[in-house]
């Protein structure tokens, strides 16, 4: 087992800080999904931030290791459960913003920007310990391709409810 550092530093308090903001500003923003369609997207975001870290940061790829050490933490589990906010803001802005057409070519490279700089953040802070020459542009297919899956979700969902009414 490999260990970056043994100290409550800068990656705990961003994981921490990041989670405890982020939940606090789905708490207070005016809702518009029902309780169980923002809980469905969170949970997605949470989802699918664990699949493809459980993918593509263990063996055979093994590409980069999660916080201080190889192993397994529960501050791991909680860099996992960040991804829950960014995930459910990420398809509140697109239905509030009414995105359609090739405005959602746009809105999602915007957010592809936004998935890079807090993946370069979580680099710098320590959350992200890259291995095998892994580099973090090889994300942004992976953040596309989860992001393109959500507006399908979102689309999904919508239909079901206009077929249920």
Known sequence: MKVYENSFDSNEWFVI????????????????????EGTAHFVYGFFIGMFYDHTISVPPWDFYDVNDNSGYQFIDFLSYLMY????????????????????????????????LLIEWIAIKVGIFHYEKGFKMF????????????????????????SKSN
């Open 17 to 36: 800080v990041s989670l405890v903001l982020f939940i606090f500003l789905i708490w207070i923003t005016p809702k518009i999904f029902s309780f169980i």
């Open 84 to 115: 829950g906010p960014y995930s459910y803001f990420f398809i509140y802005l697109y239905a509030k913003l009414n995105i359609k057409g090739y405005m959602t070519v746009v809105y999602l490279l915007i957010w592809l920007g936004i998935s």
């Open 138 to 161: 090889w994300s942004a297919p992976i953040y596309m391709s989860a992001q393109i899956l959500q507006i399908i979700y979102y689309h999904l969902i919508k239909m079901n409810e």
